[in-house]
């Protein structure tokens, strides 16, 4: 087209068709800016649909493991459950078994020196295979959180305590004014359902 215009011998004619040859190529460049950005807003759009597809498809699949992951615990006992989400709490290690054991209501928290203080309710025991995996004394309160009694696992008091019952009933005492009350974690299914599977 520039070389066509040259060629015109007309000033006025070369001018009106230079301005319209420059009008021309700016719609030009602003059709194909246009063109590109249309194609730009397209793939973006695509990407966010993707990202959304992607989001809605993991939701799903959450929602759907953690479904299955309650459905884990069902056919087990509200103690069952209990005793194992209390261990991983408190002791948050798998143990090689899980024993639990009811104490009755006015057992003495020192079964071996006379003068010890007594349960006032009925408690559990809680301990592993053997005694280097831990011990947990408590009670439910039955709504996600249980009194724990913070019993020694071996008895260690010396002979002067021993022999004199009022001093033992102290040193028990204090345990019993020092019950704390815990949260219990409700834990992962998976990891809830392990340690239902070694109770004794």
């Known amino acids: 087209m520039n070389k066509k215009i040259e060629k015109v011998k007309n000033e006025e004619l070369k001018t009106t068709f230079t301005a319209k040859l420059i009008l021309m190529k700016t719609m030009l460049d602003t059709q194909g800016q246009i063109s590109a950005l249309t194609q730009q807003q397209k793939e973006a759009e695509e ?8 989001a809605k498809a993991d939701t799903t699949k959450a929602a759907e ?14 103690d069952q459950i209990e005793y194992a989400r209390v261990w991983l709490t408190l002791i948050g290690v798998k143990p090689s078994e899980l024993n639990a054991k009811t104490i009755t209501a006015g057992t003495p ?16 025991i809680l301990y592993g295979g053997y005694s280097a995996e831990g011990q947990i ?14 019993v020694p696992s071996h008895w260690q008091i010396g002979a002067e305590i021993a022999n004199d019952p009022e001093k033992v009933r102290a040193l028990t005492q204090d ?13 992962n299914p998976r990891d809830v359902l392990d340690v239902i599977k070694i109770q004794k």
């Open 175 to 187: 345990i019993l004014d020092n019950v704390r009350v815990v949260n219990v974690d409700v834990r």
């Open 109 to 124: 928290l020192d079964s071996y020196d006379k003068g010890s203080a007594t349960y006032p309710t009925d408690a559990i």
């Open 65 to 78: 493991q953690a479904t299955g992951d309650d459905k884990l615990l069902l056919g087990y006992s509200d």
């Open 137 to 150: 004394v408590c009670t439910s309160n039955r709504n996600g959180t249980i009194n724990v009694y913070p």
């Open 47 to 54: 990407e966010v649909n993707k990202a959304l597809e992607k």
